[in-house]
Structures are given as C-alpha cells and as structure tokens.
C-alpha cells in the first residue's frame, strides 16, 4: 500500500492554514506586506463606498467608487497570473465598465457585486499570505457583503407558481480532502459540510456519532418538515493507492433531533461506482441513489464519507461532494 504524506500532519486539516508539507496546497500567488496592505485599505475603502453609493448614488459617490475599483485592478495587475485572479480580474473590469455609465444600472451592478464577492474568496485563498491575514482579508469580505443592499425594492406579486420538485442541499469538502481508512483497530471517516470537511470521524457501531466541541458542526438544519427523496455523490482521488483489494467510497445521510447533537445513520448508503481496484491522482466516482427519509422541522442533517465495510485496509484521499433533495 502507498502511503500519504498528507495523514502525517495534523495542522494540514485546518482549512486556512497550509504549509509546504500539506498536500493539495491553494496558495500560488505572492505577494508582498506592501501589496497586501494596500489590498486590506482598498478592501476598507470599498466597505464604506459601497454603502454610500447604494444609499446616496451620486455622481460623487459613483466616481468615489470607480477610482477604488480601478486602483484594486492597478493592483491586482501586478500580482502573478492565476485562474482565480483572472477570473476577479474580469468581474472588476465588467464592474468598472457600469459605474463609467453617469446612470448606472444598479440592478446589474448589484448581480456583479454578488459575483465579485464569490471570487474573492477563492482568490484570498491563493495568495501566499499567513493565516491570520487569511482572515483579516475574510473578515473584510463579510464586511464587504453586509454593506451590500440585497436588491432593490419589491415588485408586486407574481402568479402562484407550480409546485417545485424540492430544495437541493449541497456539501463539499473544499480545499480539504476528505480522509477515508479502514483499519484494524477501528475505521474512520469525513463529515462533509459546506466547503470545509472533517476527517478522523469514526461512527459508534457503525450507526451513530455525537458531535464534541473539537469536532465542529457540519450539519444543515431543516427549516421546515419533508422528506428527502435522494442522494447523489462525487469523489475525485487526491493521492495513488494499490489497494490489495477493490475499495469503495459510499456517502450516508444521518439526522439528529432538534436538541441533540447525536447524530443516526437513516436510509440507505451511496455507493459511489467504479469501486477502484487501483487509485491514480484524479480518479473519480459518482452515484445517485432514492430516499425515503423523513424529517421534522429542526431536525439536523449531517453526511458521512467513508469506506464501505467489505472493503479492505487502506488509506483513501479525494475531494468528495454530495446534493440532497428534499420535499
């Protein structure tokens, strides 16, 4: 069995801190206490601007807020190429083109305003900076969204639609790759949750596990009764393994009441096929499954990735995301 560098250091599972020896590491982009500290004035510049402009637009305050999303692409032009400040890149200069408008369409601003901040993220998380600029830098990302209004006012009412098929829950593990082991003394899994995602998780029994302080909340809560009616799954491998035998990824749905904080295997697991014989970097699996699991309003939604119980000692690693429907 090959080994994994990436089980070896425990600071590797912490998702806004990423060192040479953890695998799958984001940061690319340097750059240097200058540059940042004119991106965090910049990125303070914006919160107060875009407030002002939204609640007074003025020519004043839409030229204030053209020459700060200017100066922020001046800036972003002298940091290294990358897939994510590219695309930021882009967004800036479609936001810039409609604040040169003396009579902005705000309502296409806003939808790029929104994009903008879905970007930054990503681009945060590829500059080579230490974790707690990290989270200055998404510190002033919410900042930035709550200075934001979110739409203009309200419309009058439309026809009653026809009934929808369901809301769709996703999870995802992130930047951080879900760890999948079975072992002699006892087999460990990953709580998937929204972006980030816990390894080293074992269920009691196979069937239960009630969530301590260290391990974190990765469950949704149902606003309302329904059911959830299926299950779909994606892995995508992170490290080579030669397994003695064929190993399978599966996904399971487990709920806790409203007051508790243990949480129940229900329904049936996802088997995410192929089951690998063999794992090169970057091979995938996928499933959907039907369900039938009811739930109450309150009721708490975790899931769960492992390897199935028949499959042999081995140490797994890959991006995992999943979807729930429910009705």
């Given at each position: 069995m090959t080994s994994n560098n990436c089980f070896g250091h425990n600071h590797c599972n912490n998702p806004i801190v990423f060192t040479p020896e953890c695998c799958n590491n984001p940061q690319t982009v340097p750059i240097t206490s200058e540059q940042l500290g004119r991106l965090i004035t910049l990125l303070n510049s914006l919160i107060s601007a875009i407030a002002a402009f939204f609640a007074n637009p003025s020519d004043a305050n839409r030229l204030a807020l053209l020459n700060l999303f200017t100066q922020l692409l001046?800036?972003?032009?002298?940091?290294?190429p990358s897939p994510e400040g590219n695309f930021l890149k882009q967004l800036i200069q479609s936001i810039i083109n409609v604040l040169q408008s003396p009579n902005p369409d705000l309502s296409k601003l806003l939808s790029?305003?929104?994009?903008?901040y879905s970007a930054l993220a990503p681009f945060f998380f590829s500059l080579i900076i230490d974790p707690a600029s990290l989270q200055l830098l998404l510190n002033l990302l919410t900042q930035l969204i709550g200075a934001t209004p979110g739409g203009g006012p309200t419309g009058p009412t439309g026809p009653t639609g026809a009934t929808g098929g369901g809301a769709i829950i996703p999870f995802a593990s992130g930047t951080t790759p879900s760890a999948l082991v079975n072992a002699l003394v006892a087999n460990t899994g990953t709580l998937l949750g929204f972006g980030f995602s816990q390894p080293g998780v074992a269920l009691t029994g196979g069937t239960s596990i009630t969530l301590a302080l260290g391990i974190g909340d990765y469950a949704f809560v149902a606003p309302r009764a329904g059911t959830i009616t299926s299950l779909a799954g994606f892995f995508s491998a992170t490290a080579a393994l030669a397994p003695l035998?064929?190993?399978q990824v599966q996904i399971q749905i487990l709920t806790a009441p409203a007051a508790s904080n243990t949480f129940t295997v229900q329904g049936a697991p996802l088997l995410l096929t192929p089951?690998?014989?063999?794992?090169?970097?970057?091979?995938?699996?996928?499933g959907i499954i039907a369900e039938a699991i009811p739930v109450a309003a309150g009721d708490k939604i975790l899931l769960y990735v492992s390897l199935t119980a028949a499959s042999p000692i081995a140490a797994v690693a890959g991006f995992v995301s999943a979807g729930i429907n429910i009705v």
């Open positions: 001046n800036l972003l032009n002298e940091l290294a790029l305003l929104q994009q903008f035998s064929p190993v089951a690998f014989a063999a794992i090169a970097i970057g091979s995938t699996a996928s």
